[in-house]
């Protein structure tokens, strides 16, 4: 590894890395060289993702706590950063969805939705920043999705969200910059994780968006490890306040069905 790309010496903080995408970008950006702390509600789960890292031989630490709760998100990157004395990475990767149609929804879930996916977001950002800005370098990487720049029936509020996202991340790169801290967002598309079984699971789905994915297929979760240790490395250092979006070129192409429909 080229020292562009070294995190050594660094520490990041990865939300919702107990499982899937979160997972493998905590995994990524520990094999870059930083100290991670991963950090998820449940403490059984995330204790047991931090096992197998560190059997792997990275240097990985945990810290449970709900993201819907603003005052333990304070808490945890203040007492992270005093226990470290710095904090160079944020990764905002935990967000939940809910498939409602708009008729039906409530407002207590886009409350939900809005408060884990855009609410705490920024939270954690802003007291990452506290630590960031005085020491004049930081990297904060938002997940996003491809729908922050598309749109999706169903899904309102987390679509809304998503897009927040994005505008928040823009706002904090113009706000941050001048002080040394970048702020991006990886958006991904669709990639095979527990948390699309469901969908998976259902007759003729995986093959209909693979269908209109270039790369004909769903990506893998490994496949955004690499991604987000790029953003938080010194390789992305002129990179700031952009949305890149990781979805096979799903949402920057057109393409036709294998059989011919949908047009």
């Known amino acids: 590894m080229t020292s562009r790309f070294s995190l050594a010496g660094q520490v990041a903080i990865v939300t919702g890395a107990s499982r899937g995408l979160g997972f493998e970008m905590a995994r ?5 060289g930083a100290r991670v702390y991963m950090t998820a509600r449940g403490v059984e789960q995330l204790e047991a993702a931090a096992a197998e890292l560190t059997a792997a031989g990275l240097d990985v630490r945990t810290r449970a706590f709900d993201l819907a709760d603003a005052d333990a998100c304070v808490a945890a990157v203040s ?3 005093a226990a470290e004395g710095r904090l160079d990475i944020l990764v905002n990767n935990a967000g939940i969805n809910a498939w409602e149609p708009l008729a039906q929804a409530t407002t207590a879930t886009w409350d939900r939705v809005m408060g884990t996916n855009v609410r705490a977001s920024y939270v954690l950002a802003r007291e990452a920043a506290r630590i960031m800005v005085p020491r004049g370098y930081g990297r ?6 491809a729908l922050a720049v598309v749109g999706r029936e169903n899904i309102a509020a987390y679509v ?14 113009a706000e941050l910059g001048p002080h040394g801290v970048t702020c991006n967002m990886m958006a991904p598309g669709y990639f095979v994780t527990e948390i699309n079984t469901t969908i998976l699971a259902r007759p003729g789905y995986e093959k209909g968006v693979s269908s209109r994915i270039p790369l004909r297929r769903w990506g893998r979760p490994e496949e955004v490890a690499g991604v987000v240790a790029f953003m938080a490395s010194g390789a992305a250092s002129y990179m700031n306040g952009h949305v890149l979006v990781v979805d096979g070129g799903l949402t920057e ?8 429909t949908g047009v």
């Open 253 to 260: 192409t057109f393409v036709l069905p294998v059989d011919g």
């Open 160 to 173: 809304s969200s998503k897009h927040g996202l994005a505008g928040m991340t823009r706002a904090l790169a």
């Open 79 to 81: 007492e992270i950063g």
């Open 28 to 32: 990524g950006v520990a094999e870059s």
């Open 140 to 145: 904060i990487v938002n997940i996003g999705s």
